[in-house]
């Protein structure tokens, strides 16, 4: 039999590759409150000390040590928070009443504790010890010093990290930044369970788990996850979706299903570009000797794209992980491939799973030809992370075999019972047989979850909407509709990728809303007019604002005075609204626009009135009478109408905006954007004298725009 064109390697072998093709995302600066799970770029050292004045550590008395023994009039109290010259001066034998974290004045050198003082009266005190200079006081620094360096570069903030931080007046993170990884998962017979058509599998189709199950690991792993959806088995849809996700600008692909040795399994002749014009591919393994996941492939891409060069050499190239399709096969080569090489890419330095050691609860038999990533759970004897406390001083440093943890392995292992990954912590790495491991041996085993976080319920898959933060920009194209799709969007746009996630680009999101079905083709082609005037008889006034707006950026864009500045329409939908669930699309649509236009429902618009009003941070619901005054610094649209010089007399202008401004509009911001609401009555007169205004409006106004 000829050699198989892909070896099976190793599995160590295949992690060190990986890792050997996984490469520090770039450093950004983050503020430090959303860098929990991030890796730190650079020490952080501290700028000022801390305490950063003497400190009393009791409730009690300010003394001068060399009147102590002795009685001492109170002549005054400090407390925390009041400055540290209230008690600038006092005379020998006098003292100030302290409480814990007061600054302790200038003349006293020690804090005589509460509970060790004769209260005579009211006026004096009875001290019958003697105390040392610097008695129950913190001196400035002695928790942190000036300059000191707090945490170090390659550090993992946690919660303890960011409360450092915070003490010392620290509020930027330089991070790398978090790798963008993309999932999709490949097979003609998957449906997913999310989505509304599900007749289809009555006909031999199954759902599709694994899609999920690792967008929520990519999360997890501290990735930017973005979802790519379902690939037929074929190699030009399969090849489509690859070069979207390289449009999309992530760092790693990965797919499930169709890496075998199946006449539909296409994906790793897809890897090596062979049925693409735009990349061009390596595989570097596709085969590992390891049991679940033989089939495992790792291929990196580029792109023959010369556009693109400049960013592929920033980005160096894409990695793409085709997981075997089998649920469990997935997992575990995820947790085993995937995520380390997402961590070296985050700037963990240790990015591979941990290393421990346990007792089997029970023989397992061993697979003839392949080593075995076991599942199982682990328990500590008494004593351990669940006993009860102990101290025995004859049993120091003593560490043996029964301190380990015991192994009880999660149950049959065939790699589509996902089951078998339920309450799994570990992989034990069980070599290939013949025969067995026994119970009470103890066996290697990789950490797949924090001990004690895996078992008991099944963890729920939550898909949280990926609206990116404005500091994160995020180039458009099928990863800003996947993060889009992630909200639970249905996001048109002819030109998508003109999108910049974050960068509040001169798109303007159209949110229509419909709460009864969509329209039917004749209601449809009788929407072509966008100046229409909506009727009162149901959901057509969505059609109508979303033309108007269309109308009125194409004419804005025909007469754009700054020639950098052209104005795109995206219609974001929300079916079967309520009042919350379109106040979400608002944010999320307010996460890539610059301004977003509420199509209300019906007539009255009175729920999407509502919902602008929920989803806005702040705003106001008469953007017209702002608009026709022009009252804003800076915003005078008066003025910038006469100043963008357009054709028509001041006259005209005038009574356009006294009589039409906003003509309704209710507006607010959300997340640095302008949310508005379009009345459906006159909508096409509205945006055009509301919305068009601000169009115009010179682009160093708009950035500096707070409504
Ligand atoms: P494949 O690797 O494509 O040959 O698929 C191996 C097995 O995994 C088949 O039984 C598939 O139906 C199943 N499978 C593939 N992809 C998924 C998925 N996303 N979710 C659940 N099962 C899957
Ligand atoms: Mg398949």
Known sequence: MAPHRYPMIPMPEAIDMVLSRSVQLPIETVPFRDAVGKVLASDVNAPRPHPPFPASIMDGYAVRSQDCPGVLRIVGAARAGAPHDVHGATDLNQTVYITTGAPVPSWADAVVPIERIELENNEHINIDAAYKKGANVRAIGSDIKMNETLLQAGDVIGPHELGIAALAGVVTANTHRAPRLAVLSTGDELVDPFSDKKTEIEKGSIYDANRYMLLSCAEECGCVASDLGIVKDDPIALTKSIEEALDGDCDIIVC???????DKDFLKRVLLGEFSDTFEGVIHFGRVMMKPGKPLTFAELTTKDSKR?????????????????NPVSAAVTFAL???????????????????????????ITLDNERPEYHRASLEWPSGGSSGSWSYNSSDTNKSTDTNLPTATSTGRQISSRLKSMRGAEVLLELPSGPGFVRKGQVVSGLVIREPGSGGGEMQMVRIRAAVTPPVLTLNGGVLGQTVAKAAGLHVNSKDSSEWKFGKKPNTIAVVTHRFVGALSTEEQSQESDGARVATDEGNDSADVVLDATMKVVVSVNSRALESNITWKVVEVRADHGTSQTLSNTIRAAAAFSSIVVIAPSGPGGVSSQAAVVTAMDYGFPGLADRMRNGHREGFDVNDSLKNNELNQSQTDLKTLAD???????GAG???????????????????KNGIERMLLVPREKWEGLVL
Not at 256 to 262: A, D, H, L, W
Not at 344 to 363: E, F, N, V, W, Y
Not at 659 to 665: D, R, S, T
């Open 256 to 262: 499930s299903g169709g890496v075998s040795e199946g």
């Open 309 to 325: 060069v400049e960013e592929i050499q920033k980005m160096k190239t894409t990695l793409v992980f085709g997981l075997p399709g």
């Open 337 to 363: 491939c995937v995520k380390p090489a997402a961590r070296r890419m985050a700037g963990h330095t240790d990015p591979k799973p941990r290393r421990i050691h346990a007792t089997l609860a029970s023989d």
């Open 659 to 665: 009589e039409h401004a906003g003509c309704g509009i």
């Open 669 to 687: 911001q959300v997340n640095g954007c302008v949310v508005c609401s379009a009345p459906p009555r006159n909508s096409y007169n509205a945006i």
